[in-house]
């Protein structure tokens, strides 16, 4: 079983700054593909950002690109999103999802494991 637990959201004026962490269960924690998705109110979940395994490749929602970066700490079972130059419609909540297959999919349903989610806010 995997475990995913977010941290680091909060309240932020747009041009600011966020990292969100995900802290990962699993022995096998090194061979899944890692991603974050967003969901703001009444809106869908959206792909944000992901990463095969190996860290190549990885991608990205164009809303997002040049903006937000995926990392991973193997040492601390742990996936980041680096979040820059924030606006106003980056406000949702964001989770990490683990794939087992270790790929950078993009789409909420090939994502076995989910995490609860944290709170962006970007204020105007």
């Known amino acids: 079983q995997v475990q995913l637990v977010e941290s680091g959201g909060g309240l932020v004026q747009a041009g600011g700054s966020l990292r969100l962490s995900c802290a990962a269960s699993g022995r096998t924690f090194s061979t899944y593909g890692m991603a974050w998705f967003r969901q703001a109110p009444g809106k869908e979940r959206e792909f944000v950002a992901a990463?095969?395994?190996?860290?190549?490749?990885?991608h990205y929602a164009d809303s997002v690109k040049g903006r937000f970066t995926i990392s991973r700490d193997g040492a601390k079972n742990t996936v980041y999103l680096q979040m820059d130059s924030l606006k106003p419609e980056d406000t949702a909540v964001y989770y990490c999802?683990?794939?087992?297959?270790?790929?950078?999919?993009?789409?909420?349903?090939?994502?076995?494991?989910w995490g609860q989610g944290t709170q962006v806010t970007v204020s105007s």
């Open positions: 990463r095969a395994w190996s860290g190549w490749p990885t």
């Open positions: 999802a683990a794939n087992l297959y270790g790929r950078e999919w993009s789409t909420p349903a090939e994502y076995d494991y």
